[in-house]
């Protein structure tokens, strides 16, 4: 049996689904205590004292800690603009709350009740401070200045009077003589919303001092060495000095790339010498982690009327919220996903990211992707209309193909593949549904009335896999081989978190494909930072291709040092890919990406005419990973994707007023349930082996999200005649375009289609 290829079950099956397996807030520890923590409440506001005496004497209660008890009060993936805890007796970045979930004390109590009780009882002095909440008003002269004291900013010098985080640009050929040269143009401004990730548990965890000193942290996350390094850092202690644990992950999507409770666990259970425990209700996570991006995109397209594209003019807003957190990546990713896997001569793209005092922004699956490709694709179809070509004809005259050079003006990573993909997604649209496979009728408040317009649209994408732009890129991992004349078992070591992906099953057959082995003799070790050297956050697709191919140059070194007679042998390897590099602040030009994965799609709706409901009927998803490791892990990948951008592009939308969330409670705000994805999805999966990646995979975990919502939107405008250029696509959206059309028609003596 071939290792790679077989579609496995889930090492970690079992115990899920029977509920063996300890998530963070499932474990306890002897003597623990529970630790609460109190939120500003005001979205921008200087503390002027925080009084702590009702709290320190409530019932239970073992400690208050303030910024001042902070060793070192900051923190931040890319960079350190936020405090650990907000108030006085700290640095100056500490004296000011930018957001409503600022963290302003803790409380450590005997109990969570009494936790939560005393974390009532403490009172904050604030002098309000001006509010923005635009990000345009906050790039004006006169805004509110949110971040005015200098902090470690990796990308030059930051300009202390202005709310501006980050802005890139991207240049190629002659703008003008592109639009000059263009026979249609089409010009629009489109909108994307915050999404909340929603994970399976909210966060949680548990740390204590080890016998040996050292701080255990029990949690949820997506890089537990930065994690650890976080934590230290903010304890004013070494890293060797920090254990980050994980055990079952109830989800990620980049909501837990960044630092939620870590950081005031250790520190609480630093100052108290006892094991603290934190579980966030659903409203405190919510309101407490980061949102996906919202961003405003200004576009222009022009095309010869032979179907070539010209010319492209982009110019994208997005909100980074009150902190950082992964909003400088997310922007370089979204610059290049503006202008979609199209060869286009001529561009002028800006892109930039703004503080505000919303929620903060940061890593959401798809990356930038989502919101840049929509704005792309949906102009591809725009223009196809204005030409009266074939969406499908249009994309393929201008697609990129192997050898292409990409807008930043180096080639594109080999497997060029965009094409292959949007050709599957084509024929199997061509095809009947699947034996057996239904779409579910559509949804009415009304069995009587069923006035329903279908439509289809296509979308294609691409997303890189890896870091990139430059950012240092590495996985470790180390094998061990045990038994006498055979290989009896095989143990590897690779710190990439199992975030519900199936990422340590791809490990174990990784393993047992470099050692011809069966994968039911391999052992993954992958629990803690001290058993093994970092690889990197799971996140950017790279699981896969960088703990791949850290695995095979590990197994193949110990298979190596098996074969010259040493019991039990063990090598450690560290894959480093290709470089990349950073985007020139002048005109864009980079290198960026170590290699690249696409997808396409083909979209099926229903339309509601009387209530502006849309139902997806069916979704096909072609996408290349270059080699599937496990099929059917895969397929779930895909199904997925596709369910979470469903929600994204139809009902999610997280709404943030005057800096407060409305949104707090999965009753208002609202993910897909089984009735609400779409009906029939069709995964197909390409095989073009990925030349840099481990036996030819390469990432795919974003891929399938990227260009669902501009699907929908196309194959919407198909059923209705109209474009809504605004997510998400709610009925109400939806019944008012239509009910603006009506009107026009009837205004123009046309009588409105009626459906059936």
């Not at 115990?15 to 998530?23: E, F, M, Q, R, S």
């Not at 699907?711 to 009910?739: F, M, N, S």
């Amino acid at each position: 049996m071939r290792a790679i290829g077989s579609s496995l079950p889930r090492a970690d099956a079992v115990a899920k689904v029977t509920g063996a397996a300890l998530y963070p807030g499932d474990i306890d520890l002897p003597g623990q205590a529970w630790l609460k923590i109190v939120y500003a409440d005001v979205p921008h506001a200087r503390i002027n004292a925080i009084d702590t005496r009702a709290a320190q004497a409530a019932s239970g209660v073992i400690a208050v800690l303030t910024a001042a008890d902070v060793p070192v009060n900051e923190y931040g993936l890319i960079m350190p603009d936020q405090p650990v805890l907000c108030g006085p007796g700290s640095t100056a970045q500490a004296a000011t709350v930018r957001w409503e979930a600022d963290h302003v004390a803790l409380v450590v109590a005997e109990s969570e009740a009494q936790a939560e009780w005393a974390a009532r009882l403490v009172k904050v002095d604030y002098t309000p401070l001006p509010i923005v909440t635009d990000p345009f008003a906050a790039l004006q002269p006169d805004a509110p200045i949110l971040h005015p004291h200098p902090f470690r900013f990796p990308y030059g010098e930051r300009d202390l009077k202005s709310n501006l985080l980050l802005e890139y640009v991207l240049k190629n050929g002659d703008i003008a003589a592109g639009f000059a040269a263009a026979d249609k143009v089409v010009e629009a401004t489109y909108r994307t919303h915050a999404q909340e990730h929603a994970y399976l548990q909210p966060e949680a965890g548990l740390a204590y001092v080890r016998p040996d000193g050292r701080i255990e942290v029990i949690c949820g996350g997506q890089w537990m060495h930065e994690e650890r390094n976080e934590v230290a850092h903010a304890l004013g202690l070494p890293p060797e000095q920090v254990v980050v644990r994980y055990p079952a992950i109830g989800g990620a999507f980049g909501g837990r790339e960044d630092i939620s409770v870590q950081i005031v666990l250790a520190l609480a259970a630093w100052k108290t010498g006892r094991p603290v425990k934190i579980v966030w209700s659903r409203e405190e996570s919510i309101r407490g982690h980061h949102k996906r991006h919202p961003v405003t995109i200004h576009a222009r397209w022009g095309a010869t009327r032979d179907g070539r594209i010209v010319a492209a003019q982009m110019d994208a807003t997005a909100d980074g919220g009150a902190y950082a957190y992964t909003s400088t990546k997310v922007l370089g990713n979204l610059l290049m996903s503006l202008l979609g896997p199209y060869a286009i001569p001529h561009i002028d793209v800006k892109a930039r990211v703004v503080y505000t005092n919303n929620t903060p922004s940061g890593a959401f699956r798809g990356f930038g992707g989502p919101q840049g490709h929509f704005a792309a694709e949906m102009q591809v179809n725009k223009l196809a209309e204005a030409l009266g070509m074939d969406a499908y004809d249009l994309r393929m005259r201008n697609l990129w193909r192997e050898g292409a050079t990409l807008p930043t003006r180096a080639p594109a990573p080999p497997g060029v593949t965009v094409v292959e993909c949007l050709t599957a997604a084509h024929q199997a649209s061509a095809a009947p549904l699947p034996a057996g496979e239904t779409p579910t009728a559509l949804p009415t408040l009304d069995a009587t009335r069923r006035r329903a317009a279908h439509g289809r649209g296509t979308a294609v994408c691409f997303k890189n896999v890896g870091f990139s732009l430059g950012f240092p890129e590495h996985c470790h991992a180390w094998v061990e081989l045990h038994g006498a004349a055979t290989i009896e078992r095989a143990v590897v070591a690779c710190a990439g978190a199992e975030v519900g992906q199936g990422a340590h099953g791809a490990f174990r057959q990784f393993a047992a494909e470099a050692l011809g082995i069966d994968p039911q003799r391999v052992e993954v070790v992958a629990e803690e930072t001290g058993q093994v050297g970092s690889s990197g956050s799971a996140s950017a697709s790279r699981m896969s291709f960088m703990s791949g191919n850290a695995i095979k140059g590990a197994a193949e070194q110990a298979l190596a040092a098996w074969q010259n007679e040493e019991r039990p042998a063990r090598a450690e390897f560290v894959f480093r890919p290709r470089p990349t590099t950073a985007y020139n602040r002048e005109t864009g030009a980079a290198d960026p990406h170590i290699t690249l994965g696409y997808c396409a799609q083909v979209a099926d709706v229903a339309v509601d005419l009387d209530t502006g409901h849309v139902t997806v009927t069916r979704l096909i998803s072609a996408n290349d990973v270059g080699r599937a490791v496990n099929p059917q892990q895969v397929e779930g990948q895909i199904e997925g994707a596709v369910a979470q951008a469903v929600g994204w592009a139809l009902m999610e939308d997280y709404i943030v007023r005057e800096g407060r969330a409305v949104t707090q409670h999965l009753s208002t705000y609202l993910i897909p349930g089984v009735l609400d994805v779409a009906a029939v999805v069709e995964p197909v999966i390409l095989e073009h082996a990925d030349p840099q990646g481990p036996f030819g995979a390469r990432g795919m975990a974003e891929m399938p999200f990227i260009p669902t919502a501009a699907a929908i939107g196309a194959a919407i405008h198909d059923a209705i005649g109209v474009w809504i250029d605004e997510l998400p696509y709610t009925p109400e959206r939806i019944w008012k375009a239509i009910q603006q059309r009506d009107a026009m028609r009837r205004e123009n003596g046309q009588t409105p289609p009626v459906a059936g």
